[in-house]
């Protein structure tokens, strides 16, 4: 974002960046930059408070009228990304016949459709249908169990690609059964992996394709970096 | 360590680019200035291209599409807030209540999508793709641009 600052200077245009690493913003010295220190991924801060994404705005606006640069200030607030898992039901076991991460992903198919009649775009479909979610998930069964990810029947055939659209499906299930409370910035993916079957088979799959000599961004980019 | 310590100890000791002479622009005053958003969440309409894994272009969104999805490739942010609210990453209604109100001078007709994700020499965005997004802006005459990372 900082690098863009710069271009989009050069090119005549006036910019102010919302920086989320301050050490880049200091490196990088945009002319204007208001340090956010919020959650990854909500740069505006605090999802649903128009009140709170405006004081954003007019604090960074306001940088505009400083005469030189580079000018680097902090939002005052500071908001932690809460790590606590959602609470969240998860469907009763259905199909005793499936693998239970499965039985769990079609479980959870009404929930999913309800956020995306709600949104009217889902995340999922980066290589599959939701159609195809347990297809997926069923692949991830196969791979933790020692399958070659290549022989798996992995819909899409690209295990990070299938993973994110996988992860969407079961976060966009999620916020519609989370109720009106909006979850904290890392509390859906800490449900995910620690709380769902599918979270702690990826992570299994992930576990055994780097013990089987998969290349590196194969695998690694299936789950957040630091699990 | 939380994910997003991780993340930012990560980020912080990325190579950073350095810009010895930098422009820096005086833009003319809020209340008249055209006002557009350029993000790093690789948001993208339905119909548009999709962002791969290793993208170094972008995505011009018209000024009325909400039907946004994020085809940023990395795992290790939050993807929860912006289905709960496209403005948490892309403050256009925002934007919009500012211009009625008189704050700013106008909302630009068309807004900018990049991968926050490029390689480490960002050489494509600094010398290609970046100055033609900021040309397509300058065509649109916006005057200030705020930047928003995921």
């Known amino acids: ?227 | 360590m939380s994910g997003d310590q991780a993340m930012r100890e990560y980020a912080s000791a990325l190579p950073a680019p350095t810009f010895p002479d930098p422009a820096f622009v005086t833009p003319v005053p809020l209340h008249q200035a055209t006002v557009a958003i350029v993000t790093s969440a690789a948001l993208h309409t339905p119909d548009d291209e999709r962002f791969s894994a290793v993208d170094t272009g972008f995505r011009l969104i018209d000024r009325g599409r909400r039907d946004l999805v994020l085809g940023h490739w990395s795992p290790n942010f939050d993807h929860s807030g912006i289905a709960l609210d496209l403005n948490v990453v892309y403050p256009i209604d925002r934007l919009e209540e500012l211009a009625a109100a008189g704050t700013i001078g106008a909302v630009a007709p068309r807004h900018v999508s990049f991968a926050g994700n490029q390689p480490d020499d960002v050489a494509t965005v600094r010398l290609d793709s970046g100055p033609r997004a900021a040309e397509a802006l300058r065509h649109d005459g916006v005057d200030v641009v705020l930047l928003t990372p995921v």
């Open chain 1, 1 to 227: 974002m900082s690098v863009l600052a710069h271009v989009f200077e050069a090119a005549g245009i006036a910019t102010v960046v919302l920086s989320s690493v301050r050490a880049m913003a200091e490196k990088v010295a945009p002319p204007r930059a208001l340090h956010c220190e919020f959650p990854l991924g909500r740069p505006l801060g605090v999802p649903n408070d128009t009140a709170f994404q405006h004081d954003v705005l007019r604090r960074a606006l306001d940088m505009l009228a400083a005469p030189t640069g580079p000018v680097l200030a902090d939002h005052p607030t500071v908001i932690e990304a809460d790590d606590a898992p959602l609470a969240c039901t998860l469907p009763p076991r259905y199909d005793p016949d499936l693998p239970a991460a499965v039985d769990e992903a079609q479980g959870l198919r009404a929930a999913y459709e309800r956020t995306l009649t709600r949104r009217g775009v889902s995340d999922v479909g980066r290589t599959m249908s939701a159609e195809q979610v347990p297809a997926a998930v069923a692949a991830l069964v196969a791979i933790a169990a020692g399958t070659p990810w290549t022989e798996a029947g992995m819909p899409g055939g690209n295990p990070v690609a299938a993973c994110h659209d996988i992860r969407s499906y079961y976060e966009e299930a999620a916020l519609a059964l989370a109720g009106e409370t909006a979850p904290g910035g890392r509390s859906l993916e800490e449900w995910f992996f620690a709380a769902t079957e599918t979270g702690r088979t990826l992570l299994a799959a992930r576990a055994a394709m780097r013990d089987a000599g998969v290349k590196f961004p194969i695998w690694f980019y299936m789950a957040p970096g630091h699990r």
